[in-house]
């Protein structure tokens, strides 16, 4: 079992940066690929990046590349997502989340934090 509790959302002006953090609770988070997943109100929730087991690989969704960075520190059993660059569509709730396997679809991953939240001002 691994838990996930997400931290570092807030409300930001356009232009600006937030970093999120991910902590995990649990054995192993080595072995685990972090994912970080967005939803809004009446939509699916949606890819953002990920960050495979190895800490060597790195997927972000096209909306996103070149802005937000996903990095881990498996000393600290923590993933982060730097967010830079803010735009207003970014506003979402954020989802942290952890598998065993690699992938970018909802159905990889088999464990998820409750969501921060992140607010872009234009």
């Known amino acids: 079992q691994v838990q996930l509790v997400e931290s570092g959302g807030g409300l930001v002006q356009a232009g600006g940066s937030l970093r999120l953090s991910c902590a995990a609770s649990?054995?192993?988070?080595?072995?685990?690929?972090m994912g970080w997943f967005r939803q809004t109100p009446g939509k699916e929730r949606e890819f953002v990046a990920a960050?495979?087991?190895?800490?060597?690989?790195?997927s972000y969704a096209d909306s996103v590349k070149g802005r937000f960075t996903i990095s881990r520190e498996n000393t600290k059993n923590t993933v982060y997502l730097q967010m830079d660059s803010l735009k207003p569509e970014d506003t979402a709730v954020y989802y942290c989340?952890?598998?065993?396997?690699?992938?970018?679809?909802?159905?990889?991953?088999?464990?998820w934090g409750q969501g921060t939240q992140v607010t872009v001002s234009s």
């Open positions: 649990g054995r192993a988070f080595s072995a685990y690929s």
């Open positions: 989340a952890a598998t065993r396997r690699v992938g970018t679809t909802l159905l990889t991953y088999d464990y």
């Open positions: 960050i495979y087991w190895s800490g060597g690989t790195t």
